[in-house]
């Protein structure tokens, strides 16, 4: 029998597309997939239809478009008539539309030109995506950024409203980009169940800082717990996301993360975290 949704995200940023990864995780109760237009070298929505298309209907499916193939390389552009043939791929490469769709990463064309024209542009993308939700090529709309800061000048007071923001989160993410994710989600007003975290491990679970850092700490006394899974816990908190997105290909490294989810935090300790956090931003 499966467990309840977890929020729990299976990302497939570097895990393989295997069916066995995706029955295991519907068993362990994660029951939403996050991908990309550019993954498995543009290939991932194709594959996922093609080991487990049968499957696919008990995920909720998130995806990106934003990075394009040009010169055997990803290239990023946020041309409208790009992102709506992207998203029109998208569905038809999954035989079905993805449930959330995403700009991926529009900081990546938006670095350098004026407020005015970032803030032109990023509307233009905003518009493609809602467009695309509008015409049934997806459920809802969002964006998700590595580097929110840059975003922030984009967003103006007429900029449309997306469903979803996904940001890093966890204890690797710095002070700077917390409290731009956190600003930008206001900005957008994203509800809270639209707030979505990804790269709890700063992309790397076996990086030698986890030998180091003693993340459970942050859990409330007489809980058994790796600290990976301290970790995963506390990326649920900074910042408050209903999501987090984690990668793995290793079925049982994902029933150690499942697990995690309902491990108590000692709110006390994670608070002070926070002041200390929130002092380095100011």
Not at 88 to 93: I, L, P, V
Not at 131 to 136: L, S
Not at 248 to 254: I, S
């Amino acid at each position: 029998m499966h467990r309840p949704d977890l929020g729990v995200v299976l990302g497939l940023y570097r895990a393989e597309h295997r069916r066995d990864l995706l029955e295991g995780a519907l068993n362990l109760g994660i029951r939403a997939l996050d991908t990309s237009f550019n993954y498995l070298d543009f290939a991932s929505h194709r594959t996922l239809a093609q080991v487990a298309g049968d499957l696919l209907p008990q995920f909720t499916i998130s995806t990106k478009i934003g990075f394009f193939p040009r010169d055997k390389q990803a290239h990023h552009s946020l041309e409208p008539d790009r992102l709506r043939e992207a998203a029109e791929q998208t569905a038809e490469d999954l035989e079905r539309a993805p449930d959330v769709l995403l700009l991926h990463n529009p900081e990546s064309s938006l670095a350098h030109p004026p407020t005015d024209k970032a803030r032109e542009v990023l509307a233009e993308a905003f518009g493609a995506l809602a467009q695309a939700a509008e015409d049934g090529l997806c459920g809802q709309w969002g964006l998700s950024t590595w580097k929110p800061l840059p975003l922030l000048s984009a967003v103006g007071p007429d900029t449309a409203k997306p469903d979803v923001l996904m940001t890093r989160a966890g204890l690797l993410v710095d002070a700077a980009t917390l409290r731009a994710g956190e600003e930008l989600a206001a900005a957008l007003r994203i509800e809270p169940e639209g707030r979505w975290g990804m790269s709890p491990f700063g992309g790397d679970g076996q990086h030698r800082i986890w030998n180091v850092f003693d993340a459970t700490m942050f859990l409330d006394r007489d809980q058994e717990a790796s600290n990976l899974q301290a970790a995963l816990r506390v990326a649920f908190e900074v910042p408050a996301v209903a999501r987090v997105a984690v990668g793995t290909g290793n079925v049982h490294h994902l029933k150690e993360l499942a697990d995690a989810v309902t491990l108590r935090l000692d709110q006390a300790r994670l608070s002070n975290y926070r002041a200390v956090i929130n002092e380095r931003r100011s």
